[in-house]
Every structure is written in structure tokens, then in C-alpha cells.
């Protein structure tokens, strides 16, 4: 295709586009509104909700910009009386059979029918028949419910599975107003893709199962971050308030997952939520678990333990679920501190790491094993994991510390591996999530050291193809969880100043309390700072 740009005036802008683009791209990549239903970047052009009405200089009729090419020198507008008279009846027209159900609808606060209504509509109805009655609470599948009362037949799901997931679950079937969404005969919407067409349905007609009636979207918080599920690494937000995160969704990368994510990512804020994390710093000894302790506490506690030890006495096991900041500051401890190369990396997902579904999803469950992967060959490390059994085995190993990783949903060999752990004469397990089979493990010493998770924290992973991809914290769960960078540091003996914030978001009355000689005062900034074995 020719370099040459096409000039056009859009609402009196003067834009230059690539050959090719259509007036409603062109108009959304230039930050224009317009309203529209069934057009979505990811998918074919339908032109079936004709809303995206445009006016152009020389033709008489309105035209729709979905599927009308930007050419040379063309004049649009979509702001004219004659272009809101056009979108105020074709709104008309969608809503002759919508329920009047936002109340209890799940869409509501985030819903295009009631965004587009407030903009271009503001209407007296005059439709005086009852509404077409259809069916409503329809299981689809295992992940996706539809309202078909609330749905306006845009198609973008069943473009979706003809066209992204290829699995053509879905179709319209009956005419006229009796027209409906469902399945075929002998289907169900069940595959890895199914709940990008909640996303994407613009009204409150294709709802999650997981999500449906938990949250009103206008409690909810959003940001920015990157899925731990697999090596893809794909551009997600998460959604949170005060009683924890609700769920995930794609965001737009055009170099990475496109507009969509996999069903299994949706899953990745579950093992944040406090139900499921380690809150604080325990110890093992003499048969039971003693009392709880800070974090900072615990760890430099197990600083104590490394320095009493050989170099070659000392392991670190490390998987490919932290950061690129952690892995250099983990490793500058163990290499430069402590002197061992012991460092092993725990993968139970290497044999099946090349495996692709030809879409988003890949074998490696872990966002940044390339990461770690430069890491371990940056400090000279080539290590086998049968030679970290066999020390165990023999005792040659006495302190192990371990970074456990926090997607356990991806990590089936958690109880197998707690019990290989537990033949350390010390093991030191720094872990974000309740470790499975830790409790029941058989253990000589140990100490548990809460971790942050991904949402808690800025890093880098690196996916699959070796981008770079920066994510920002997104907000605080559990208070006194350390990042593995400050965990390096504390286990490496030294001091550590540590400026906390108190956040609301995410902390309950719990979090209050502090047994480790410091109140944690949320309405102002307080610095923790850890001495050898104290705060």
C-alpha cells in the first residue's frame, strides 16, 4: 500500500489518513465522537445498527461511516440536525423492544445504549405497542448468561466466534423482532475466548457468570497492569474497591494480545484477595508454628540463618513469576552477598512451554521466564534442578530460600514441592499466596515471609518474544507484604527504610492491628525502619 496520505475535513478538522481507512476509524483515531454499535476495531464491518451516521459535502443522503472509505479532499460531519434526526430514530428503533431494567442490569454504568441515549437521544418515545417479550436468563455456556430481552442484534459476538475464536458457538436465529442471539443445536459457548463477547456487547445482553450482580461498576477502581497467567504477557486492567478486586478485562496493545485476553487470565485477580494471601511473617520450630511477626521482622530474622551458613550450603529457588527488578536484586544477594550460585529454577511448565492455541495462549504459565531466564545468564548461572534434589537429599543444602510464586492456579506441584522443601534443615519461604501443603509439610525449621503481589508493585516483565512491558502498582491488599527487592536487601543484612503510605483501598479493620511494636497510623505517612532482628 502507497505511503501517500488522503486528506479530509471531519467536523471542520483537516486530517490526513492512511488509504483505506474508513470515516469511523478515521474519526476514533482522531478522538471524534460518534455513535455506533455493531462496529468494532476488532472485527469484519456488519453496517446493521446504522448509528454511525455521517453527512458528506456533494451527497445527498446520510451515509454510515463503518463501512464508507475516506477519499481525497471529502467534507464529513456527523453533527448537523439532519445527522442527529437520523441517530435520534435509529436509537428509536433499538429501544422499541429494550427493557427498562438498568436498575438490576449488570451493564448499567458502563453501558453503550445508555451512553448513547444521553448523548444523541433525549427523546419522547412514540412507540405505543408492547414490547416484544423474549428470553430472558439464558445459560449459554459455562462462563456467559444472555438477557435476550436487553440484546440489539449488533452481532459482534457471533462475529467473534467466527471470526477471533473460530469456534462458531453462536448465530441469530428467527426473523423480524422475534430475531435472537443463542446457540447452535448441540453447542454451548465454551471455549478459552467465550467471555470477550461480555466485553464487547455493547448493552447488558451477554453478562459473566463470575462477575454477574457482584459489583456496580461505578464502585470500582481500574488500572493498568500486565497478566501473570502466561509467557504472552498480555495488556489488562484490573477492577478493585475497598473489599477487594472483582475482575480482569483486556486493554488494547495492539503488539501483544490485540483488544482480547483468554478466560484464564480473567482469573489472575482471585489469588490476590486477602482470603488467599499470606499475611504475615511466621515461624517453624520444635514441631509447631510460634507466633506471627512483621514481614521485616521475619526476614531479617532468616538474614541470620544465611549468615550463619556455608556458601555452598545456601540455595535460592526462583520461578518465572517476579520482576526483573527482584531477579537482579535477589541474585546480587545470593551471587555477590553470599557468595553461591546455587540458584535453581523451578518450571513445571518447560516441557509444554512451546505450546500455542494459534491466538493468546501459551504453554509457559508465567509471564516473565525471559526475564529470568537473561537474569540467571547475566550472574553465570546454569544450574540443573535434579542437583538441588539430590543436596536436599543429602544435606549438602541446609538453607533454602524460596520464591514461591503467586498464580497457584498454574502451579499444580505446589504439595509435592512443599514436601521437597521441607528436607532443608532451614527453609525460607517468601510467598505472596498461602502456600498449598506448606502447613501439613514435614519441616525441620522454617520461616514464612509475605510477599507483594503484582498488583502491589512497578516492574518489568519480559514475554515470550522478549518485549519489555512496565506496569505500574495498581493498589494495596495486604500492608506489610514485602517486594522481593526489599526482601533482598533485608536478606542480605542490611537496613531498610521503608516509606508506607496507608492506603484504604484494600486494607480492612484487620490491618489495623500491628503486634510488632509500631501503630500504623492511615491518616498520615509512616517509614518503618528495620534494625538487625527488630524493628
Not at 552477598?337 to 491466538?359: C, I, M, R, S
Request: glycine share 8%; aromatic share 8%; net charge neutral.
Amino acid at each position: 500500500m502507497s505511503d501517500t496520505k488522503v486528506k479530509c475535513t471531519i467536523n471542520g478538522t483537516e486530517l490526513e489518513v492512511k488509504p483505506g481507512t474508513t470515516i469511523i476509524q478515521a474519526m476514533t483515531e482522531n478522538s471524534q465522537r460518534i455513535a455506533h454499535y455493531c462496529w468494532h476495531p476488532g472485527l469484519s464491518i456488519a453496517g446493521v445498527c446504522r448509528l454511525c451516521m455521517v453527512e458528506i459535502e456533494g451527497n445527498p443522503r446520510v451515509q454510515i461511516a463503518c463501512n464508507t472509505v475516506v477519499t481525497e479532499g471529502m467534507k464529513i460531519n456527523n453533527t448537523s440536525e439532519k445527522v442527529k434526526d437520523a441517530v435520534k430514530w435509529g436509537l428509536d428503533f433499538h429501544l422499541i423492544n429494550h427493557p427498562l431494567d438498568c436498575p438490576i442490569c449488570d451493564q448499567a454504568g458502563e453501558c453503550g445504549l445508555q451512553d448513547q441515549y444521553m448523548e444523541y437521544g433525549k427523546y419522547t418515545p412514540e412507540m405505543a405497542e408492547a414490547k416484544q417479550k423474549k428470553h430472558k436468563v439464558v445459560d449459554l455456556g459455562p462462563t456467559v448468561v444472555l438477557d435476550s430481552e436487553r440484546c440489539i442484534l449488533c452481532s459482534r459476538c457471533v462475529r467473534f466466534t467466527d471470526e477471533v475464536s473460530k469456534t462458531n458457538e453462536l448465530g441469530i436465529f428467527n426473523r423480524g423482532d422475534h430475531a435472537e442471539i443463542g446457540t447452535h443445536d448441540g453447542k454451548k459457548l465454551d471455549n478459552k475466548y467465550s467471555l470477550n463477547t461480555v466485553d464487547i456487547c455493547p448493552v447488558g445482553a451477554l453478562t459473566s457468570k463470575d462477575f454477574r450482580f457482584k459489583q456496580r461498576v461505578w464502585y470500582l477502581k481500574d488500572s493498568d497492569t500486565v497478566c501473570n497467567g502466561c509467557s504472552t504477557g498480555c495488556n489488562v486492567k484490573v477492577y478493585f474497591n475497598k473489599e477487594g478486586l472483582f475482575r480482569v478485562k483486556p486493554k488494547t496493545n495492539q503488539n501483544v494480545n490485540g483488544h482480547w485476553m483468554c478466560d484464564e487470565g480473567r482469573d489472575i485477580y482471585k489469588f490476590v484477595n486477602r482470603e488467599h494471601r499470606q499475611l504475615k511473617g511466621r515461624k517453624y520450630g520444635a514441631g509447631s508454628w510460634h507466633e506471627e511477626a512483621h514481614a521485616g521482622t521475619a526476614a531479617k530474622d532468616a538474614a541470620m540463618f544465611l549468615k550463619g551458613a556455608k556458601a555452598d550450603e545456601i540455595a535460592l529457588v526462583l520461578t518465572g513469576q517476579n520482576t526483573n527488578e527482584e531477579y537482579e536484586a535477589l541474585l546480587n544477594t545470593f551471587v555477590n552477598n553470599y557468595k553461591t550460585k546455587n540458584v535453581y529454577h523451578w518450571w513445571p511448565h518447560e516441557a509444554q512451554a512451546e505450546q500455542f492455541d494459534g491466538l493468546l495462549l501459551r504453554g509457559d504459565k508465567n509471564p516473565n521466564t525471559a526475564g529470568l531466564k537473561q537474569a540467571l545468564a547475566k550472574f553465570g548461572i546454569n544450574t540443573k534442578w535434579a542437583d538441588l534434589e539430590s543436596g536436599l537429599k543429602s544435606g549438602k543444602i541446609k538453607q533454602l530460600v524460596v520464591i514461591a510464586p503467586e498464580n497457584i492456579f498454574q502451579y499444580k506441584d505446589m504439595d509435592q514441592k512443599a514436601a521437597l522443601f521441607g528436607q532443608a534443615e532451614h527453609l525460607i519461604l517468601a510467598t505472596s499466596v498461602k502456600f498449598p501443603g506448606i502447613e501439613t509439610a514435614s519441616l525441620k525449621t522454617a520461616t514464612l515471609i509475605p510477599l507483594k503481589s503484582y498488583i502491589e508493585k512497578d516492574g518489568t516483565f519480559v514475554n515470550y518474544k522478549g518485549d519489555v512491558q512496565k506496569f505500574k502498582k495498581a493498589t494495596t491488599v495486604v500492608s506489610e507484604a514485602l517486594t522481593g527487592v526489599e526482601l533482598a536487601h533485608l536478606l542480605a543484612g542490611q537496613s531498610l527504610k521503608i516509606e508506607t503510605v496507608a492506603t484504604p483501598d484494600l486494607l480492612t479493620a484487620e490491618s489495623n492491628t500491628r503486634k510488632d511494636q509500631v501503630t500504623l497510623d492511615h491518616r498520615k505517612k509512616n517509614e518503618f525502619v528495620f534494625n538487625r532482628g527488630r524493628l
